[in-house]
């Protein structure tokens, strides 16, 4: 059954941007459903004034800053059709609302999925990783979220519910631009449905950042699969150099088929190069996150190779 609860906000007489008040300056009606369905519900009668919260490490601290003020706030922290991680037939299934804390420790995701296992290890700190989730990572649609690339070299699906039903969508459809992704108003992202790689197949995640609490500068992920040194299927995918996380394709096509030899790598990193499209903001210069991405592709190649090769 839903709870309903009234939010009065309290006035802060300093800037919130300069300094932590621990207030909430908005005012807002607050829900706790039990279900996907009274989310969905809740969702579609509130429409655009509605928001999600699930750890709410990005949508407090955007509510803090008065980015956003929305009107009413749809906790999923008890929805337990959200929150679970389950060895499914061909793929391993997580709920959106898990936390990455759950992630980071489950032993299937470290053993068959270590690019993403990685990736959440370089997230934030232990707190944070003790309430932020998944589906909070993906929704918030920071063209640095960590656990993007990973996702995008499993080839991960998103299972949306909205009203008329639910769907799912390939991840690499599910980005539009930075904050911007497929979601409607009224739908919710439910669950992260990773396929189980063909044996053989390992993975790595390489985060390039100013300090070890901050966003990427740029991060990589790659899954290699290699016979006799030779590869076999490789993809790549890398975070904070384009509006989005992309896939980084044409490097993918030159490698397939190629050995892993110095002078390949080092031809592979010249490509990644021309794919990114990365800008100057306040983590780092288009510059650096160009020839860094050169660089980091290489490294997490080696050592998805290493992986593979039992070194
Ligand atoms: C100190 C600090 C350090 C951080 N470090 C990192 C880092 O290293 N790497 C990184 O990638 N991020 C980092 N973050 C950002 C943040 O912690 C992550 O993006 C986190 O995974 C967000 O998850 P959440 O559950 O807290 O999302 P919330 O803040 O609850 O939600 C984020 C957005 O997604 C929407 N949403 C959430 N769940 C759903 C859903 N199931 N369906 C539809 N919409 C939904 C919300 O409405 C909101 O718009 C950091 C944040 C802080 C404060």
């Not at 990685?118 to 309430?131: D, H, K, L, T």
């Not at 920071?142 to 690339?149: E, G, I, K």
């Not at 993809?235 to 892993?260: D, H, M, N, Q, S």
């Given at each position: 059954m839903t709870e309903r609860k009234f939010v009065k906000p309290l006035k802060p007489k300093v800037d919130v941007n300069k300094v932590n008040t621990r207030i909430l300056p908005v005012e807002f009606e607050y829900f706790e459903p039990r279900?996907?369905?009274?989310?969905?519900?809740?969702?579609?009668?509130?429409?655009?004034?509605?928001?999600?919260?699930?750890?709410?490490?990005?949508?407090?601290?955007?509510?803090?800053?008065?980015f956003i003020e929305p009107k009413y706030i749809v906790n999923i922290k008890k929805v337990k059709e959200?929150?679970?991680?389950?060895?499914?037939?061909?793929?391993?299934?997580?709920?959106?609302?898990?936390?990455?804390?759950?992630?980071?420790?489950?032993?299937?995701?470290?053993?068959?999925?270590?690019?993403?296992?990685?990736?959440?290890?370089?997230?934030?700190?232990?707190?944070?990783?003790?309430?932020a989730t998944i589906g909070g990572n993906l929704c918030n649609a920071?063209?640095?979220?960590?656990?993007?690339?990973p996702l995008l070299v499993f080839e991960a699906k998103l299972k949306i519910v909205g009203l008329d039903g639910e769907k799912l969508v390939p991840i690499s459809e599910f980005f539009l631009g930075p904050g911007k992704t497929v979601l409607k108003h009224n739908e919710v992202l439910a669950e992260i449905w990773i396929p189980y790689q063909p044996e053989g197949t390992e993975s790595a995640f390489i985060k390039i950042a100013r300090v070890a609490m901050d966003l990427a500068k740029v991060n990589v992920a790659v899954?290699?699969?290699?016979?006799?040194?030779?590869?076999?299927?490789?993809?790549?995918?890398?975070?904070?150099?384009?509006?989005?996380?992309?896939?980084?394709?044409?490097?993918?096509?030159?490698?397939?088929?190629?050995?892993?030899?110095?002078?390949?790598?080092?031809?592979?990193?010249?490509?990644?190069?021309?794919?990114?499209?990365?800008?100057?903001?306040?983590?780092?210069?288009?510059?650096?996150?160009?020839?860094?991405?050169?660089?980091?592709?290489?490294?997490?190649?080696?050592?998805?190779?290493?992986?593979?090769?039992?070194?």
């Open positions: 279900t996907v369905k009274e989310v969905v519900e809740l969702l579609s009668k509130y429409g655009s004034d509605a928001k999600i919260l699930a750890g709410g490490t990005d949508l407090i601290v955007r509510m803090k800053q008065r959200l929150n679970f991680i389950e060895d499914r037939r061909d793929h391993l299934a997580i709920g959106a609302a898990t936390k990455l804390r759950e992630i980071e420790n489950s032993g299937i995701v470290r053993k068959k999925f270590t690019a993403l296992y990685e990736a959440v290890r370089s997230m934030a700190g232990v707190q944070i990783r003790n309430m920071s063209p640095a979220a960590d656990t993007a690339p899954a290699l699969r290699t016979e006799g040194g030779v590869v076999k299927s490789v993809r790549i995918a890398l975070g904070a150099v384009a509006p989005t996380p992309i896939r980084a394709y044409k490097t993918e096509e030159f490698l397939t088929g190629k050995e892993l030899s110095e002078a390949v790598l080092e031809k592979a990193a010249e490509i990644v190069k021309t794919e990114v499209k990365p800008i100057t903001d306040i983590r780092s210069t288009a510059e650096y996150r160009r020839e860094v991405s050169g660089v980091i592709v290489k490294d997490a190649l080696l050592k998805a190779y290493e992986r593979i090769s039992g070194r």
